[in-house]
């Protein structure tokens, strides 16, 4: 091998231990060394869940719902704190961390990828640590399909990947963006089929609502996790084009997106 191919190929034999380099600094930033520290990545949505548990719990003793509460709403809301958290800590990545630009070896894709691997991992941990407790005081069942389960985790990561990266990359052009992020985000969340089952619509709206690539994949969750018990209903071809397009889209952005950053 040349020394100009060599020259050529570092930066992206470089790219696993710079990724993991501002991983930590991430990390270190956010949760510091005192107490847990970063183990609050992991704590934090799982805080979140018991938040919403309980209160589901208070609820169902007048509205109960057609399926075991615990494991509806860690296939529900779980996914939805991965999409939020990650989308939410996206926006202005570069502005915040101009600074590192100067490192050769940082690029803006790496700046991105660390960050929402830290999210996407962190709460995919959360899922996981919370379903074991879960089963092990006898409170849910295990899952009866997993490769169901894990398609739908494997889509609903690509959504949020996805969206991420197209309003991470838009928010790095103009503030306006943070500032509508906000309240759309909070518009998602009732379409996301987080706290329903498609097929507890009326029929007419299954095929309309498998249409969603959020509730697609929570339908692909939950069928895996509850299994037969339950009827779900879901779009992959319609939610494969969507997460093409967005992903298309927002690299396309995030190429040319540090002309906008200012480097401190």
Same mark, same amino acid.
């Given at each position: 091998?040349?020394?100009?191919?060599?020259?050529?190929?570092?930066?992206?034999?470089?790219?696993?231990?710079?990724?993991?380099?501002?991983?930590?600094?991430?990390?270190?930033?956010?949760?510091?060394?005192?107490?847990?520290?970063?183990?609050?990545?992991?704590?934090?949505?799982?805080?979140?869940?018991?938040?919403?548990?309980?209160?589901?719990?208070?609820?169902?003793?007048?509205?109960?719902?057609?399926?075991?509460?615990?494991?509806?709403?860690?296939?529900?809301?779980?996914?939805?704190?991965?999409?939020?958290?990650?989308?939410?800590?996206?926006?202005?990545?570069?502005?915040?961390?101009?600074?590192?630009?100067?490192?050769?070896?940082?690029?803006?894709?790496?700046?991105?990828?660390?960050?929402?691997?830290?999210?996407?991992?962190?709460?995919?941990?959360?899922?996981?640590?919370?379903?074991?407790?879960?089963?092990?005081?006898?409170?849910?069942?295990?899952?009866?399909?997993?490769?169901?389960?894990? $398609?739908?985790?494997?889509? !609903?990561?690509?959504?949020? @990947?996805? +969206?991420?990266? %197209?309003?991470?990359?838009?928010?790095? &052009?103009?503030?306006?963006?943070?500032?509508?992020?906000?309240?759309?985000?909070?518009?998602?969340?009732?379409?996301?089929?987080?706290?329903?089952?498609?097929?507890?619509?009326?029929?007419?709206?299954?095929?309309?609502?498998?249409?969603?690539?959020?509730?697609?994949?929570?339908?692909?969750?939950?069928?895996?996790?509850?299994?037969?018990?339950?009827?779900?209903?879901?779009? $992959?071809?319609?939610?494969? !084009?969507?997460?093409?397009? @967005?992903? +298309?889209?927002? %690299?396309?952005?995030?190429?040319?997106? &540090?002309?906008?950053?200012?480097?401190?």
């Amino acid at each position: 091998m040349s020394s100009e191919q060599s020259h050529l190929e570092s930066p992206i034999r470089a790219m696993p231990r710079v990724v993991f380099a501002l991983l930590m600094r991430e990390l270190y930033t956010r949760f510091g060394r005192d107490n847990i520290g970063f183990l609050w990545i992991i704590v934090e949505p799982i805080l979140f869940c018991c938040a919403v548990v309980l209160l589901w719990t208070i609820i169902k003793s007048e509205h109960s719902i057609a399926v075991a509460l615990v494991p509806f709403l860690l296939t529900g809301y779980m996914p939805l704190l991965m999409y939020r958290h990650t989308t939410a800590r996206i926006m202005r990545c570069m502005q915040a961390n101009s600074a590192l630009l100067y490192h050769s070896k940082v690029t803006i894709f790496s700046m991105y990828t660390a960050r929402i691997v830290l999210e996407v991992l962190s709460t995919i941990t959360a899922f996981s640590i919370s379903c074991f407790a879960f089963w092990i005081f006898g409170v849910v069942e295990a899952p009866r399909d997993v490769s169901l389960m894990l $398609l739908g985790w494997g889509l !609903y990561v690509w959504i949020t @990947v996805s +969206v991420s990266i %197209l309003v991470g990359s838009l928010s790095e &052009r103009s503030e306006l963006t943070e500032k509508i992020w906000q309240p759309l985000s909070y518009i998602t969340i009732p379409l996301s089929g987080t706290f329903f089952m498609v097929d507890w619509l009326t029929p007419s709206m299954h095929d309309i609502a498998a249409l969603m690539p959020m509730i697609s994949a929570v339908e692909l969750i939950r069928g895996g996790y509850f299994g037969d018990t339950v009827t779900v209903h879901y779009n $992959l071809v319609t939610s494969f !084009y969507f997460c093409l397009l @967005v992903t +298309v889209a927002g %690299l396309f952005l995030l190429k040319d997106a &540090r002309r906008y950053v200012e480097v401190e």
